[in-house]
């Protein structure tokens, strides 16, 4: 009986381990990766928005010189 409960103990003790480790594992990812990944999206819609305004700019060139 004593034995079982030293193995039991022995087992509550890994799975603790394994949840902290866990734990810092999901942090990391919340913290640091995400931030790059934002930082990356935030780049490609500020060069989607130049793209748009570049060609809203040709358009406006285009229907200019169609008028004159």
Do not use: C, F
């Not at 087992?11 to 594992?25: A, Q």
Request: charged letters at 25%.
């Amino acid at each position: 009986m004593a034995q079982d409960i030293s193995k039991y103990d022995l087992e509550i003790t890994e799975i603790k381990s394994e949840i902290r480790i866990l734990s810092e594992r999901i942090s990391i990812i919340k913290d640091n990766h995400l931030k790059h990944i934002e930082d990356k999206i935030n780049t490609i819609n500020r060069v989607m928005y130049t793209i748009g305004v570049m060609v809203l700019g040709q358009l406006l060139w285009v229907i200019t010189r169609s008028l004159i």
